[in-house]
Every structure is written in C-alpha cells, then in structure tokens.
C-alpha cells in the first residue's frame, strides 16, 4: 500500500507565505504524477498544481504566478510553495499521487492515492 502525508498546513494572514509538501511511502514501484489539490467547505475538490514524472507541470489559473509545484524525485516527495495568499485559498488542500504499487510477488498496480488533507486558513 502507498501512503501520503502532508504538512506544512496552518494560519497565515493575506500577503504571506507557506510551504506544503507531502511524502510517499509504502510498497512503491514508482511514482508518476504527483500534485495537490484543495476542497473549501461547499465546493467540490479542485486541482491547484500537478508535476508529472517527466518534470512538466501545470496549474490551475487561480494559483498561476504565486504558486510554485517542485518535487524531490529520490524522496518520493512533493512540494507546494505558496506565496501572495489570500482568503480566497483558504481550503483543504490535499496530496495526490499516482504511483505503482507492489501488491504481490511480481505484481504491481496503477492506482491513485490521495493524503489525508491540511488545512490552510488565510485571514483578510
């Protein structure tokens, strides 16, 4: 099985910064795309920034220019800066991975995995 773990979540005013970044662990085969995305209360889960295995990256057009996506491929980990927040970013945001996973002797899956969520608040 595969697990994420995100931190770097918390309370921060309009302006400022935070850094996310999310680990996987488990019976990894490797990773393929890994990213974030985020939930506010009412509102569907959105994608905020994803990084696939060959380095590109896109955004959601809401974050483009004050968030930054990077990975550290060797640590199975990804990141998540963000800078110039505001209350409209205010969500849980969660980590996303898809990964092959070891399942058995000689088996592996393509499936995807999602981390439990941090919550980031941005007071006006």
């Known amino acids: 099985q595969v697990h994420l773990v995100e931190s770097g979540g918390g309370f921060v005013q309009a302006g400022g910064s935070l850094r996310l970044s999310c680990v996987a662990s488990?019976?990894?085969?490797?990773?393929?795309?890994m990213g974030w995305y985020r939930q506010a209360p009412g509102q569907q889960r959105e994608l905020v920034a994803m990084?696939?295995?060959?380095?590109?990256?896109n955004y959601a057009d809401s974050v483009k220019g004050r968030f930054t996506i990077s990975r550290d491929y060797s640590k199975n980990t990804v990141y998540l800066q963000m800078n110039d927040l505001n209350p409209e970013d205010t969500a849980a945001y969660y980590c996303?991975?898809?990964?092959?996973?070891?399942?058995?002797?000689?088996?592996?899956?393509?499936?995807?995995?999602w981390g439990p969520g941090t919550q980031v608040t941005v007071s006006s």
């Open positions: 996303y991975a898809k990964a092959w996973a070891i399942v058995g002797a000689n088996t592996q899956r393509l499936d995807d995995f």
């Open positions: 488990g019976t990894i085969r490797s990773v393929n795309g």
């Open positions: 990084s696939s295995s060959g380095g590109s990256t």
